[in-house]
């Protein structure tokens, strides 16, 4: 057995959160959490690690970013959407052909999100299988966990960054084929968004999920432009979900980012197929695309998420985003005359962690009988407060002003990775 000892710190469910100053955590030998235990222990007939006055929370889950397109934060940002994928980003995604310029770039990526407290994701890759297999090695390799996505688009590209429906289900099955080595990351398939993928292609892919129980990632009503240009492409759906549903990719765990313009009718669809939403806040004001009703979305019990969208977001960290959805909601809550009413830190932070390890299959914060998902943040560092803090006051200091100097210590899958 394994005990940790420090300020324990968890969000159990939407809008409550758990301090037990001076408590602990009990594993079992495989990192498994056996007990959350309000005060340590005298004598624990286990190995025990002390985090002294350190806050001890559950990590971040990212829910939803693109791998390759690291190299390109903050670049390109006063673009809409569709001018920013021609412009810059499908560019940049091209470069990974280059098998030893994304070694490089997703060995730093892995590390940035350690470093950071995120340990688990559900991640977009380019179109590369080879470069896809070197990323999730790089991960593995430095502890993260969750599910990565060869992305498939196979219509509406730049001739750098182009693969024909054929070369897209050959290259799937290959990367698939190629998946069964890694333990702790797994295959989700990653059609783009209806605009890059013909209909043979997500016929094709809706299929392949259902016969081997893969879960789907992919993109939905995210900005005005790309919602018209796929009524165009698809005059038979009324709404931009029916393009996923009519192929069989809209079901449970299927994860779509943004939503920022679903209306009452998809979000209803989400609710009843067991869609979940990754909210990027950061990417939503960064290229103009809106501001998602999430308070809204949460009183209608959909599974809220969030995601960096890394580089339509411009912060890996994702202490900054759950700090960021904060900031959107307020605007939100303000342009509403306060009707929407803006997220607390205590449930942004459970949407930022407790909310991903729930799609996990993990729920209730730090989750008995799962592996540890953990972070440790020391706050010794910050200005000195001029009173003494409560423990809660503390936690949401350390959400503001975290940054990798101050996460000391990292637990993903039962495992101490920094
Ligand atoms: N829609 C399709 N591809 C992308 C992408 O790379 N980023 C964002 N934000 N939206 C997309
Ligand atoms: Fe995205």
């Not at 959350?36 to 190995?47: K, Q, R, T």
Request: proline share 4%; net charge negative.
């Amino acid at each position: 057995m394994k005990l940790l000892k420090g300020n324990i710190v968890y969000s159990p469910k939407l809008g409550e959160l758990v301090t037990l100053p001076h408590g602990a955590l009990l594993l079992d030998d495989d990192g498994v959490l056996c007990d959350i235990l309000p005060a340590a222990p005298e004598h624990a007939d286990a190995v025990v690690t002390d985090y002294g006055d350190a806050l001890v929370m559950p990590s971040f889950v990212d829910m939803h970013l693109h791998a390759p397109q690291y190299p390109m934060l903050g670049m390109g940002m006063d673009l809409p959407l569709m001018e920013w994928l021609n412009t810059y980003t499908f560019k940049t995604e091209a470069r990974f052909a280059d098998t030893d310029f994304a070694r490089r770039t997703y060995r730093r990526l892995a590390r940035d999100l350690i470093t950071g407290g995120t340990t688990r994701v559900c991640m977009f890759s380019s179109l590369h299988t080879d470069a896809t297999l070197i990323l999730m090695e790089e991960l593995e390799k430095a502890g993260v966990t969750g599910y990565v996505g060869k992305v498939n688009m196979d219509r509406n590209s730049v001739p750098e960054l182009e693969e024909s429906t054929e070369q897209s289900k050959r290259e799937t099955l290959r990367w698939l084929d190629a998946c069964g080595q890694f333990r702790y990351i797994r295959p989700i398939l990653t059609p783009r968004f209806t605009p890059s993928c013909t209909d043979e292609l997500m016929a094709w892919l809706g299929k392949l999920a259902e016969e081997r129980g893969l879960y789907v990632q992919s993109h939905l009503s995210e900005n005005d432009g790309e919602i018209a240009f796929v009524r165009e492409l698809h005059p038979d759906c009324p709404q931009y979900w029916e393009t996923y549903h009519k192929y069989g990719l809209w079901k449970d765990h299927t994860v779509m980012a943004h939503c920022v313009w679903s209306d009452e009718r998809e979000r209803a669809a989400m609710l009843e197929h067991g869609v979940t939403v990754a909210h990027c806040a950061d990417s939503n004001i960064n290229i103009c695309s809106g501001v998602a009703p999430v308070r809204t979305m949460l009183n209608e019990g959909l599974s809220v998420t969030l995601g960096s969208d890394i580089a339509g977001g411009a912060m890996l960290a994702m202490s900054r985003v759950v700090t960021t959805t904060i900031r959107v909601s307020k605007l939100r809550h303000m342009k509403t005359d306060g009707k929407d009413g803006f997220l607390t830190v205590d449930e942004a932070y459970y949407l930022g962690s407790t909310a991903g390890h729930r799609w996990f299959g993990a729920d209730g914060g730090f989750a008995k009988g799962h592996p540890l998902h953990a972070m440790v943040v020391d706050d010794a560092g910050f200005a000195e407060p001029v009173r003494e803090l409560t423990l809660r006051e503390r936690f949401e200091r350390a959400v503001y002003l975290m940054d990798k100097n101050a996460v000391k210590a990292v637990w993903s899958e039962g495992r101490n990775v920094i």
